[in-house]
C-alpha cells in the first residue's frame, strides 16, 4: 500500500483540504515508487476511466487517499504484469464490490518453454483520438494544428502511441508561454536525429534472429535514448546558462 509522505510542501495542503491532494502532491507520492509517472500519465489514466477525483468548483482536480492507492494498483500491475488497461479497471472494480478475484496473467508461459518477449496490451501501448484530447485537455482543432507540423502523428488505424499524451501536454504547456506549435518544428526535427543515431547503432541488433539478441537491442535503445535525452537537457541547460532540478 502507497503511503503519503508525512513532510513536504504538499501534504500541508492535502491536510488543509481535508484529506484531499492536488496533482502535484499525487505525483510526488506515486514518484516514491513509479520514478517514471508523470502529470500526464495521471491525466491519461483519468480518461481512462481508471480514476474518478474530485474537482473544485475552479476546475482543479483532488485526490484522496483511495484514490492515490488505486492508481499504486494500477501503475504496478502494468509494471509488473503487463495488462490491458481495461483488464485492470475490470479486476479493480471487482475488489471494490468485494469479489475475490484472481489476477489475470496475460503471456504466462508452459513449463519447459522460454520466457516469451514482453509486450504491452494494445491500451497501454495505443489510445483512440478522443482519449488523447481528454488526457491532453486540447480541442480537435488544436491537435489538427500539431499535427501539421509533425509533431504528433497519428498511426495507420488513426490511434496514437501512449507517448502522445505528453507530447500533446507539453506542446499545450508551452503554448501558453506563446511559444506556438511552429516555432517547435526545430526541437522535432532535432529528436528525429537523435532517434535515428540510436536507431543507427542498433540497428544489427535488431536484425539478428536470436530472440535473446533482439531483447538486448529493446534493452540498448532504452539506455541509449535516457543518455541522449540527458545529455540534450544538459546542453540546454548550458545554453541558457541556468540551473534545473
Sequence with gaps: MLQTPSGGAGSGTAARDSGLMSIGTVLNVLREEFPE??????????????????????????????????LGHVLR????????????REHLDAMERGEAVPLPVVGRQRAGEDAPEVQEGPT?????????????????????????????????????????VTVATLVAELGRFGIEPRHLRVMK????REAGLVDQVVAPLKRHRNPQTRALAEARTKELAALTMKLHAALVKTALGVRLP
Design 189 to 192: 526535427a532535432a529528436a528525429d
Design 77 to 88: 500491475m502494468q509494471r509488473d504484469h503487463y495488462l490491458p488497461l481495461k483488464v485492470i
Design 37 to 70: 509517472v508523470t502529470i500526464s500519465k495521471i491525466r491519461f489514466l483519468e480518461a481512462e476511466g481508471l480514476i474518478e477525483p474530485q474537482r473544485t468548483p475552479s476546475g482543479y482536480r483532488k485526490f484522496s487517499a483511495g484514490d492515490v492507492e488505486r
Design 124 to 164: 497501454v501501448a495505443r489510445v483512440r483520438r478522443a482519449e488523447l484530447l481528454a488526457a491532453a485537455d486540447v480541442g480537435d482543432a488544436e491537435l489538427t494544428e500539431w499535427e501539421s507540423y509533425g509533431l504528433l502523428v497519428p498511426l495507420a488505424d488513426g490511434s496514437y502511441d501512449a507517448e502522445a
